[in-house]
């Protein structure tokens, strides 16, 4: 019988990158996250210190190191972002309407952040649930790319990133998360997801995806 393992490096002409809702509403202390809960920029990047020095400080920095190299590798890079389909958002699921965020159809909320601007020819995938296996076509698009490697990073790691990489193992993915390249709320809900998930994906840092990517 074959010997399989998810420690597997990245496939030549079958890696795709996933970046997972790096986006104004949620990384910039005005965004609409912030707004919704009566904070202002202070008192946002107060509240939530810790979200907003490992995510500028170091996630994502190491996720704008790994947009370039896939571009370089020519590996797809792509997108999600939490917006509805709908202005009043109706079309949400029933855990985000229960949760009670709604990012608007257009809002500036919705476009992924200025440090990680897509390229016109780069695809952007809209999401109203945790996973985008569930709420968007990526699936499908992962098949016509011919994608057996999927690469994911983001936020939060305890909850859409979990989703994620749970729902593509399912789906037959080889699933590689770069761990400092995704970030959530403290470091132990951080560490304490990365342990749950653990056994759904392969898990190194940025330093060890980008040497991968160099020598495909």
């Given amino acids: 019988m074959q010997n399989l393992s998810r420690e597997i490096p ?10 997972i809702d790096v986006q104004h509403y949620n990384v910039y202390p005005d965004g609409g996250q912030y707004q919704a809960e ?9 509240k939530y210190h810790y979200f907003f020095h490992a995510l500028h400080s170091t996630a994502l920095p190491n996720m704008t190191k790994l947009q370039q190299a896939a571009r370089d590798a020519n590996i797809e890079p792509l997108y999600t972002v939490i917006e509805s389909l ?11 309407k229960i949760s009670g965020f709604n990012i608007p159809k257009g809002s500036p909320d919705g476009k992924v952040a200025d440090e990680m601007k897509p390229t016109d020819d780069e695809m952007v995938f809209k ?3 945790s996973s985008p ?6 699936h499908y698009i992962l098949g016509n790319l011919d994608v057996k490697s999927l690469i994911i990073c983001g936020l939060l790691t305890d909850q859409c990133i979990s ?23 403290s470091r132990e809900r951080h560490e304490q ?3 749950h ?9 940025t330093g060890q995806l980008l040497s991968e990517m160099q020598h495909l």
């Fill in 10 to 19: 990245i496939i030549k002409g079958a890696t795709a990158i996933l970046f």
């Fill in 38 to 46: 009566g904070l202002c920029a202070a008192e946002a990047k107060e």
């Fill in 86 to 96: 709908t202005v009043d958002g109706r079309d949400r699921s029933l855990d985000y």
């Fill in 127 to 129: 999401k109203s649930s």
């Fill in 133 to 138: 296996f569930i709420s968007t076509n990526i």
């Fill in 163 to 185: 989703s994620a990489v749970r729902d593509a193992c399912d789906l037959g993915y080889l699933v590689t998360l770069a761990t400092d390249a995704c970030t959530t709320y």
């Fill in 193 to 195: 997801s990365l342990g």
């Fill in 197 to 205: 998930i653990k056994g759904y994906c392969r898990q190194i840092t």
